[in-house]
């Protein structure tokens, strides 16, 4: 799933990059946006008490971002079952350059602890993976 926005000020360092630290906004924006265009979005998910807990992120820096530049940010799953999800993004300057990788792996929770999400879920999102 395609998610597109500008780069502001004030998310870039001194030298007018997007700042390290957010291109982790970036990537967290667009995963829900996704979840939302699968109609799960976050609100939803914890109107049912269930979290996404961020286990692992891990971003390869390929190109700065720059100020004012309109990034796409690819997102797709590379894995997803009931307790756990890997996805990988990518993104792109409006060039179409890649500017970053990044793979990200979270589970579900729920009441603290590890939560297998229903079959009806899992499906949602299996079907939604063909359109990404």
Known sequence: MKYQRK???YECDVYGHLNN???LHLLEEARSDALEKVGFPVKKFR???IHIYLTEANVKFKRGAELEDIVTVDSKYEKFNRLTSTWKQTIYNSRGEVCA???VKG???KDGKPF???KEMLEVFRQS???M
């Open 7 to 9: 780069i502001f000020g």
């Open 21 to 23: 630290a957010n291109y």
């Open 47 to 49: 109107e049912l008490g």
């Open 101 to 103: 990788v990044g793979e």
């Open 107 to 109: 589970a579900f929770v």
């Open 116 to 118: 297998r999400i229903s």
């Open 129 to 131: 993976a063909d359109q």
